[in-house]
């Protein structure tokens, strides 16, 4: 009886004991909860300030708010050439050396920067079911009397699309006819081996149909201050075009044909009646498949005449005089590129083409009679945005009687954002 007596007074005494933590843990759950609080309103803050902060930086258009983003490149490259290249920093034709330039053959060693680039894209107001799109890019290849770079435009447009597949570019674009690109890390991508592009004004209108195909008219003309062709017209062209996922991977296959024509009386040969007819004729292909890895085929093909250098990047005389007549030379060429990924973080990219114009038309406009080019290279992701690369190419420029052959090994650093 002593014993169960003193085990419930023992008990009775613990009850306060008990409640007293039971309190205590009650206060300690309340402290958490407080502090839960605290976050969560810290949290809810910093989401409205940086919901806040997604205008910064844009500006009014006609009353409306315009997203601008800011993208770019660094680009660093590291040049040496066997043989002058056409350019220090670039590849066009390789010269014959002469009197006043005897040492062509010569190697040397460049830096270049030039290739660095900046960009906006203005997003802008949809009106009327059209909406609209800025944009304008620059690198620093402009003139400068030391020669250390100049800021100029390379794309500056405005661009509508409805919705419905109807696409209208006004401004200064890539030329859309022959639009496909090497990638060669080469400032010049293969211009004049067979890769036709430049950047010209244009008004173009594309439209696009729900069965993958498409056509795209255009008339287009440089803008550069050293365009060599006066003409009363510009350039007028078309392509009809195919795109579409037929293999199952994740870029589209890409087949085009296209075509531009011009007439006019080129600079230098004003005091000439005669015009000429210029055209060009160009089929494109970009191929994606997998065959274990995945591979790339692009490329094109073109035939013409009067292609000058400040509408396609050709290097030779596009008209000539001809017993008082004046010429227009014609020529071919394309260039084709395979691009693989045989492993994580590497890209593979071979490539070779040429401009090959009418040897008889070459000859007498004192110009080259082939200009042929191969490259490969290798580019490694380093991190997300940054890569490295590492190519050479093989170039070869053959005249009348005389060919002129040169390597350039390149070392790149890219940094894109």
Known sequence: MKRLLSLTLSILASVPAFAQDRQDDVEVLKEQIRQLQEQMAKLQSKLIELEAQKDVGTKTVTGLKSRIKLYGRIKFDAIYDTHNMGSDQYITTLPKPSSDNPNVREDRTTFNMKDTRIGLIIDGPKTDSWKIVGRVEGEFYGKVPDDNGAFRIRLSYINLNNGRGTNIRIGQDYVPIGRQMTSSLDFMYMASSGNLWDRVAQITVTQNFNSGFGVLGTVYKSAASTDGVKMRMPWVGAKVFYKGYIFGTSKPLFLALGGAYRQGTPK??????????????????????????????????????????????????????????????????????????????????????????????????????????????VIYSLAPNVSLGAEINHQETLYKGDVEHGNRLMLSAIYSW
């Not at 191929?287 to 509408?311: A, C, H, M, W």
């Not at 010429?327 to 071979?350: A, C, D, H, S």
């Open 268 to 377: 230098g040969f004003e005091s000439s009646s005669d015009n000429v007819n210029d055209y060009l004729v160009v089929a494109e292909w970009n191929v994606p498949f997998q065959i274990g890895i995945p591979i790339n085929i692009k490329g094109e093909t073109y035939v013409g005449q009067g292609l000058d250098t400040r509408s396609y990047l050709v290097f030779s005389k596009s008209h000539y005089i001809d017993n008082g007549n004046i010429k227009e030379l014609q020529t071919w060429g394309g260039f084709i590129q395979l691009t693989m990924k045989p492993v994580n973080k590497f890209t593979v990219n071979l490539g070779a083409g040429m401009d090959n114009p009418d040897n008889s038309d070459a000859d007498k406009a004192e110009t080259y009679e082939k200009n042929w080019r191969a490259f490969g290279n």
